[in-house]
């Protein structure tokens, strides 16, 4: 049957696991378990509903349906509960929700992070907005995609008309003329484009004005001020929090005719000059070359002998610390033992501790200039559920005894350098991971650079802004179990 009229459908996101269970509604995504309480058998009825769809949006249940449902099962309040319940799943990123019309899917709201993130803005008629410089657009097979590293939430379109009103979102006005300026007549297709503002709003994609003729508030936040919108996109989806996309070693190609990329060079015909063998370069150095040479990644770790406070103290020291600080006319200048991109030393070190003898469990912040320790966060739920979340440790068995967590300042970074400034900062980062790995083999300790990590998780756990500071890379340490090669 064709549905005419506006109507809104709404689906769990994908991958959920949906529990019903004596009044208890149970939902399991990624590594996140929500429980809610369900407030009557007219509200469980309608969970049920949408528990048990499966397969695309036009199969999921409208929200009538789902009132309907539970003023047939329950009672006169049973339609408030169910309200409160859904926008509850919609704040913990649980449900998506399709705009329709006529039958015709206008856009949808699809919750990426989990739990869900967004800088959200509430929309009246008389909030002046404009679109936030940090979306972007992109294709995927057929479908347009609205995103914005500033939230956990995409947009998609499925009526191509409506980019009309993304077109009009550049310049700052009232939603009210924004909405006239596209649909002049109220009615079925201006309450599209208004819920379409909503859920832009709500998504973190608009930014708003005190007038139209003033800067955004995005643009004067000094958070956000110092970043362009590549850096900040590269940031986000390069690490884990604000987005649920594949990631990591998915080995996408496999069983496609793309063949694995082979590392050795075919054999050609150009001119080819041997090289000299190595030669004795005095203990100092072969020394060091000895170190590069037999650096191995250690990925299992002996909690019988955990590192010591000793142990960390002198790592810190030998390769973080602050040797001095000077001030010129742009700013100060840091010299440390290894080297940053303008001497700028935007990176300081946090200790995620496990296992260290003589420091408790926890988070602690380097100090690197009076060589101490200061404790941010103590051992908690919290800081467990982030430590062991990201990356998954291949053997659970034999976790890192600590994680050097590396975080950025932003800010100094981006002061400076334009268009580039990430990717300083990343080979700042590179460079300090291969200091660690040489000092660590140098004191008979073990340690692993890390793919991935959790700046979202970390920035809630250390208390900051995640614009502001965050994480930007981990490498995990401990006592070596074996010294076999990983």
Not at 258 to 276: A, F, G
Not at 326 to 348: K, N, Q
Not at 382 to 387: C, G, L, N, R
Request: charged share 25%.
């Amino acid at each position: 049957m064709v549905v005419t009229g506006l109507e809104e459908r709404i689906r769990l996101r994908d991958s959920a696991e949906f529990e019903l269970l004596n009044g208890s509604m149970t939902i399991s995504a990624f590594l996140h378990r929500f429980s809610f309480k369900l407030a009557d058998d007219g509200v469980a009825t309608a969970m049920s509903r949408l528990g048990t769809t499966n397969g695309p949006s036009e199969l999921a249940p409208t929200t009538s349906e789902l009132e309907n449902l539970a003023t047939e099962f329950g009672n006169e309040t049973s339609v408030l509960g169910l309200g409160k319940l859904l926008g509850r799943l919609t704040l913990s990123g649980l449900v998506g929700r399709t705009i329709s019309f006529a039958g015709e899917a206008q856009f949808s709201i699809i919750p990426d992070a989990l739990p869900a993130i967004s800088d959200s803005l509430e929309c009246t008629p008389s909030t002046v907005v404009s679109l936030s410089r940090f979306v972007f657009l992109r294709v995927d097979k057929t479908k347009i995609l609205l995103e914005t590293p500033r939230s956990g939430w995409i947009i998609e379109i499925h009526d191509p008309t409506l980019m009309t009103v993304i077109g009009q979102l550049a310049s700052p006005a009232t939603v009210k003329e924004h909405l006239e300026r596209v649909v002049p007549q109220e009615g079925d297709n201006q309450e599209i484009e208004r819920r379409l503002l909503s859920a832009l709003g709500r998504a973190g994609m608009l930014t708003n004005h005190a007038s139209p003729t003033e800067a955004s508030e995005e643009s004067l936040d000094p958070s956000l001020r110092v970043w362009s919108a590549h850096d900040l996109l590269f940031h986000q989806r390069s690490r884990v929090g604000r987005s649920r996309q594949p990631f990591g070693g998915t080995y996408r190609f496999v069983g496609t005719e793309v063949p694995p990329p082979r590392y050795r060079r075919p054999v050609d015909d150009q001119p080819k000059i041997e090289l000299p063998s190595s030669t004795d370069c005095g203990e100092v150095a072969e020394n060091y070359f000895g170190l590069l040479n037999q650096r191995r990644s250690q990925r299992e770790f002996d909690d019988g002998r955990p590192v010591s406070l000793g142990d960390l103290a002198e790592l810190l020291w030998r390769t973080t610390r602050v040797r001095d600080v000077r001030e010129t006319e742009y700013g100060e200048i840091v010299d440390r033992p290894f080297p940053s991109g303008g001497a700028v030393h935007e990176l300081d070190t946090y200790i995620a501790v496990r296992t260290v003898d003589g420091l408790a469990p926890g988070l602690y912040r380097y100090d690197p200039v009076d060589h101490l320790l200061v404790l941010v966060h103590p051992e908690s739920r919290e800081f467990w559920t982030w430590f062991h979340s990201v990356p998954p440790w291949p053997e659970p068995s034999t976790q890192p005894q600590a994680v050097l967590v590396i975080a950025s300042r932003f800010d100094r970074v981006m002061w400076k350098y334009e268009g580039m400034a990430y990717a300083v900062m990343l080979k700042n980062t590179g460079v300090l991971m291969q200091s660690w790995s040489l000092a660590v083999e140098a004191l008979g300790l073990g340690g692993c650079p890390l793919g991935a990590g959790d700046s979202e998780g970390f920035a809630r756990v250390a208390g900051l802004d995640p614009y502001v500071e965050s994480s930007v890379a981990e490498f995990a340490i401990g006592r070596p179990d074996n010294r076999q090669p990983l």
